[in-house]
């Protein structure tokens, strides 16, 4: 797996992630890049200096910022595991993807999941975009902090998370309004695809949907940015 992207590197060499080396586009002076690389040779990274055209070769965007990381396929946090992580924690957080099948929206919140402190992602095996190179860009390395566990069946993973004493709901339209909810304490938020929104039958396993008012002539939002607004919500709740 490559993790492209001087941020997406940054943060993946702070982990413990076996790295087999990173490659460095020859040129790059700015501070930034030589700290990156000091920090690289300090904690034992093989880093391989090389020119442009070898990394836009790597890199079908060829957006690398000067910065490729070689290491190996995305590790997922089990499911059970994860689950484990949060058992008895009084503020315990956690967001299921359904249906997330762009590449881009995945990427984007992973990001937010990670920026606002939630304790785990839950994607689907199947009708969902999985943890890739482009992800991992477009997460700028927040997948490298995140807990995300794969499941074959969403509704069965929300029912063994509803057992665990947390409420689970769904941010789509036609609930609650998310302003007026209560989102402290135990909670997990399922966000669903742009064009298909929450599965119906895991609509039904939720404990309620809760709604983003909509003053404009558009009533829905991009799934990451709905998903922005759930979680800080409830960040700015808890807090």
Not at 5 to 16: F, H, P, R
Not at 74 to 99: H, I, P, Q
Request: net charge neutral; charged share 25%; proline share 1%.
């Amino acid at each position: 797996m490559k993790v492209i992207g001087k941020n997406a590197v940054a943060e993946l060499i702070k982990t413990d992630k076996t790295v087999d080396k990173i490659l460095v586009m020859n040129g790059m002076r700015d501070d930034a890049s030589r700290s990156l690389v000091k920090e690289a040779k300090n904690r034992g990274y093989k880093v391989q200096f090389a020119e442009k055209a070898v990394l836009d070769k790597e890199c079908e965007s060829k957006r690398h910022q000067g910065f490729i990381a070689f290491t190996s396929d995305f590790v997922y946090t089990e499911f059970e595991d994860l689950l484990s992580s949060v058992a008895g924690k009084e503020n315990a957080f956690l967001v299921v993807a359904d249906g997330i099948e762009d590449p881009h929206n995945l990427g984007s919140i992973i990001r937010v999941c990670e920026c606002a402190g939630v304790d785990g992602l839950v994607i689907g095996k199947h009708r969902s975009a999985q943890v890739t190179d482009s992800v991992m860009r477009i997460s700028e390395g927040s997948a490298n902090h995140l807990k995300i566990s794969r499941v074959v069946n969403l509704n069965n993973a929300i029912e063994k998370i509803k057992d665990l004493g947390i409420w689970v709901y769904a941010l789509e339209l036609g609930g609650s309004d998310i302003y007026k909810s209560d989102l402290r304490g135990k909670l997990c938020l399922v966000i669903g695809g742009e064009d298909t929104g929450v599965n119906k039958l895991t609509k039904q396993k939720c404990d309620g949907v809760i709604t983003i008012p909509m003053n404009g002539k558009v009533n829905s939002l991009n799934a990451s940015v709905a998903l922005g607004v759930g979680v800080f919500e409830a960040v700015r709740q808890r807090n």
